[in-house]
T-cell receptor
Framework: EPEVTQTPSHQVTQMGQEVILRCVPI?????FYWYRQILGQKVEFLVS????????KSEIFDDQFSVERPDGSNFTLKIRSTKLEDSAMYFC???????????FGDGTRLSIL | KQEVTQIPAALSVPEGENLVLNCSFT??????LQWFRQDPGKGLTSLLL?????REQTSGRLNASLDKSSGRSTLYIAASQPGDSATYLC??????????FGTGTKLQVIP
């Protein structure tokens, strides 16, 4: 069964550094999402992406964050200047259509030192 | 601002018991509602999706209902098994809407 893959599984970065988290969504899916989950807290929506542009974004998704779908297969989340509070598990999800189930990757654990 | 609440936060039941998990949301103008399970250290696995025009969905031992007017959904698990032990999350939104997750119900099924 096709699945969403995320790399790396764990990323350790110094505060202030840029980080790029990578996702390969399921190939025929049209909607793409990034979420984060701080340890012990609930899953939080960051951004949704459709038709090569951002559909919705949360208050968390400020100017330090950006998303790209550079080559039609990868979907990336960039954090320009990481802060300690960016430490979390980041999940990518994709969806065939707006009323289809979202499929999640296993996540990237981001640790900011 | 949409808020999603799940009750109870944790539940422990003996194997074989039927159980109900609850989800409530404050804004009834939702696109759809999805139930997920999350195993420790893992991503989320979709269980059931209910479109805003639907009242319920069933998959195997799982049945989810949606009452938009009262802002409630329930997930019914029949004949629970130890493998059902996980955290269950509901989420509203999707498509063109922001997605809001509940805090989850941690389920333990005791053999």
């Amino acid at each position: 069964e096709p699945e969403v893959t995320q790399t790396p599984s764990h990323q350790v970065t110094q505060m202030g550094q840029e980080v790029i988290l990578r996702c390969v969504p399921i190939s025929n899916h049209l909607y793409f999402y990034w979420y984060r989950q701080i340890l012990g807290q609930k899953v939080e929506f960051l951004v949704s992406f459709y038709n090569n542009e951002i559909s919705e974004k949360s208050e968390i998704f400020d100017d330090q964050f950006s998303v790209e779908r550079p080559d039609g297969s990868n979907f990336t989340l960039k954090i320009r200047s990481t802060k300690l509070e960016d430490s979390a598990m980041y999940f990518c999800a994709s969806q065939r259509g707006g009323n289809q189930p979202q499929h999640f990757g296993d996540g990237t654990r981001l640790s900011i030192l | 601002k949409q808020e999603v609440t799940q009750i109870p936060a944790a539940l422990s039941v003996p194997e074989g018991e039927n159980l109900v998990l609850n989800c409530s949301f404050t804004d009834s103008a939702i696109y759809n509602l999805q139930w997920f399970r999350q195993d420790p250290g893992k991503g989320l696995t979709s269980l059931l999706l209910i479109q805003s025009s639907q009242r319920e969905q069933t998959s195997g031992r799982l049945n989810a209902s949606l009452d938009k007017s009262s802002g409630r959904s329930t997930l019914y698990i029949a004949a629970s098994q130890p493998g059902d032990s996980a955290t269950y999350l509901c989420a509203v939104g999707g498509g063109y809407q922001k997605v809001t997750f509940g805090t989850g119900t941690k389920l333990q099924v005791i053999p």
